[in-house]
């Protein structure tokens, strides 16, 4: 693939990934910094990655009548979803 400046990685931004991907050499360009862009093998990727965070989904959350919300450091909570006008 070669050397890109910026405003060209980013017009084929997809194409260059497939070649890092393919182990082709790719590199961009900006304000005269060099980057390589190497992709790295996903074999590294761990069994929790891969295990789903609940058993369970209950049909109202699916429906779309409730969500799960983040609440900060306690973790997740249950709650109504907001209607959208």
Same mark, same amino acid.
């Given at each position: *693939? ?31 910094? &060099? ?26 959350? *699916? ?18 979803? &907001?209607?959208?006008?």
């Amino acid at each position: *693939m070669g050397n890109l400046k910026v405003a060209e990685a980013r017009a084929r931004f997809g194409e260059i990934l497939d070649a890092a991907e393919k182990g082709l050499p790719v590199v961009i360009e900006r304000r005269g910094v &060099r980057f390589r862009l190497i992709a790295e093998s996903g074999a590294t990727r761990t069994a929790a990655a891969d295990a789903t965070m609940f058993e369970f989904v209950d049909p109202a959350v *699916m429906s779309g009548q409730w969500t799960w919300r983040t609440d900060g450091a306690r973790g997740v909570k249950f709650a109504a979803r &907001r209607k959208q006008r």
